[in-house]
């Protein structure tokens, strides 16, 4: 497994990522209804086991639970793990010290002197300037508390302005996390990835199964499928309709999973990583969500595969 630095000069990770908001979320994760402390305990080990060693939480998740879940685990293994967690530029954080204090908060939770990404987890900063924002990010930085800085849902534009910034005070912007799939490819087509390329920002692209759709088990055409549940039941991209137009990209997945004996999950991951500096956040609640999302590593779909993966998608552009 060949592992992917971080921007121009951050650290080396996994090109896979463990996305851990389910991790103590009851209010969109059902947190408590078939899975807890324990499955989250082995689906931790289950990923160090399969060599991904790159986890990305947020303060927000679980109201801090996420963070302290990792703490714990971490603290049961020594081997070098990456942790990326995000700070969030609520209404009553306007200063410097601010940030530093929730940079500290987290820590805290996360039993750790140092992380290795910290990231801004959205662009509208209400009384907080980018300036004041990315200035604090870059002390930190000096200070060694953060081994690189990041983004997070932040346009072309605004991912230029917050790196102008920080290259005035000689650190680089790393990351730019953003809702990334074959069905959701935004950006591409609003200049994004571009940019990143153009920056030497690696993008982390969360939600890169599109809530299960690209799983192949919402599918239409088969007895088996599954009945979307929870916030899936409102979303109509669940719904028959939906269905039916990803029907072409569920189905040339499948094709090439039997080809590669692979999950059209495990196909859709690949097309990400084949993307280059793209990381997939993949979420997971248990062991057996970590073991199949391994699957996307380890070997790769030809150019051919990749170009028809691109064509089939186009209207997501």
Not at 92 to 105: G, N, P
Not at 183 to 199: C, W
Not at 233 to 247: N, S, T
């Amino acid at each position: 497994m060949e592992n992917i630095t971080l921007g121009q000069n951050g650290p080396s990770v996994t090109p896979l990522c463990i996305g851990t908001w389910a991790w103590g979320d009851k209010l969109f994760w059902n947190y408590g209804d078939r899975y807890g402390p324990e499955q989250l305990q082995e689906a931790f080990t289950a990923a160090l086991e399969a060599g991904i060693t790159f986890f990305d939480t947020a303060e927000v998740y679980g109201m801090g639970l996420s963070e302290k879940f990792l703490g714990q685990f971490l603290q049961q293994t020594q081997q070098p793990v990456q942790i990326a967690t995000k700070f969030g530029p609520l209404p009553w954080r306007f200063t410097a010290q601010s940030v530093s204090d929730a940079l500290t908060a987290s820590l805290k939770r996360l039993q750790l002197e140092r992380i290795a990404l910290y990231q801004v987890h959205w662009p509208f900063a209400f009384f907080l300037s980018q300036e004041t924002l990315m200035n604090a990010l870059a002390d930190e930085v000096k200070r060694g508390r953060i081994a690189a800085v990041g983004v997070s849902n932040y346009s072309a534009e605004q991912m230029r302005d917050a790196h102008q910034i920080l290259a005035t005070r000689g650190v680089p912007l790393a990351v730019n996390q953003v809702r990334y799939s074959l069905l959701s490819r935004q950006v591409e087509s609003k200049g994004i990835l571009a940019t990143a390329r153009e920056l030497g920002v690696t993008i982390l692209a969360y939600s890169p199964l599109a809530q299960g759709l690209l799983t192949g088990k919402y599918s239409i055409s088969i007895d088996s499928a599954e009945t979307p549940t929870g916030a899936r039941k409102i979303d109509p991209r669940f719904k028959k309709e939906g269905l039916q137009k990803i029907a072409p990209v569920i189905s040339l997945l499948r094709n090439f999973g039997e080809k590669y004996d692979r999950t059209p999950a495990q196909v859709a991951l690949n097309w990400l990583i084949a993307q280059g500096n793209v990381i997939p956040i993949a979420g997971v609640k248990t062991a057996e969500q970590v073991r199949q999302n391994a699957g996307a590593l380890g070997w790769r779909l030809s150019n051919d595969e990749i170009g028809e993966l691109e064509q089939v998608s186009r209207p997501w552009l």
